[in-house]
């Protein structure tokens, strides 16, 4: 009799937009068939991301998130540019981050770290980037420049950790939020 694989999900953590600013920053693009915007409701600033992981391994890694983010303050957030990322041969828009007391940044360690200590994440070896992806590049399409702009949305206070499944289809992820944790004032 053969094992049967166990089922796998592709996972993340992330902080979660609030609306307004959610809402704000969906309309700094405009149409260009060039690129493929992220959806509204999908927009957010991945902390770690976790790839394909036995489905098992959800109810863990909520925990440690949840646990990692225990006496978090809401993130005070401040939108500063839209750029082209890489700048050359771009494959996506993102709206950079200003972190100001660090926060953001502190957290992604925490959660990185406590997923890391139960073998569920390989930590990155690049500095963690605050930013929100707004569009990737089409299949086939290489942009002339970036699409066209609006101006950032204002500062915001992210308040809600989200550990996201992802789902990939050809014109994009759907991310299904799986746990959720607010971050108390």
Do not use: N
């Amino acid at each position: 009799m053969a094992k049967s694989r166990p089922s796998r999900a592709r996972l993340f953590v992330a902080l979660e937009l609030p609306e307004s600013a959610r809402a704000h920053t969906a309309r700094l693009l405009s149409p260009d068939e060039a690129w493929r915007p992220v959806p509204p409701r999908s927009l957010h600033v991945t902390l770690v991301f976790l790839g394909w992981r036995a489905e098992g391994e959800i109810e863990r890694t909520g925990a440690l998130t949840a646990r990692a983010a225990e006496g978090v303050k809401p993130i005070a957030l401040v939108p500063t540019e839209v750029r082209l990322v890489p700048p050359r041969r771009p494959r996506l828009v993102a709206l950079d981050l200003d972190d100001p007391a660090g926060t953001c940044g502190e957290l992604q360690g925490s959660v990185s770290a406590a997923l890391a200590g139960e073998g569920l994440y390989e930590p990155e070896t690049r500095p963690f980037w605050p930013h929100v992806t707004l569009a990737r590049v089409r299949r086939g399409h290489r942009p002339s420049g970036p699409p066209g702009l609006g101006s950032p949305p204002p500062a915001f206070d992210a308040d809600r950790v989200v550990l996201y499944r992802s789902t990939p289809h050809p014109k994009g992820a759907e991310y299904e939020p799986l746990q959720a944790f607010t971050l108390e004032a």
